[in-house]
């Protein structure tokens, strides 16, 4: 795992298997509540579009109790909405309270 931060490159960690060119990227974004909106930078918007379903996103919820978090593979193409919102942002829309509806959807079975 290598730690991309600092190097603008639109993705906070990079995955990979020594030998290999073949590699993972995750960009990092957290919320304080257990729904919510993140902004994506121009950067990071257009990583997740050409890596594709080498692209995640990792989301930490609920920063204000209990976090937890939710992985999304391939987030431009999957069920988060985007909407641009100047030269410099992108909001992602859509990110439900997950683990609320895991709990429900248990206690109903």
């Not at 050409?50 to 431009?76: A, G, R």
């Amino acid at each position: 795992m290598e730690n991309m931060t600092q190097l603008g490159c639109g993705y906070d960690f990079r995955l990979s298997r020594q030998g290999t060119r073949d590699f993972l990227a995750v960009e990092v974004k957290g919320i304080r509540e257990k729904a919510g909106s993140v902004l994506l930078t121009p950067k990071e918007y257009e990583a997740a579009t050409e890596l594709q379903n080498n692209f995640y996103l990792f989301v930490v919820k609920n920063f204000q109790k209990e976090p937890y978090h939710e992985l999304f593979l391939n987030p431009i193409a999957g069920k988060l909405q985007f909407t641009r919102m100047s030269e410099c942002w992108f909001r992602c829309h859509g990110l439900p309270a997950f683990k609320e509806q895991n709990q429900m959807n248990q206690s109903e079975a």
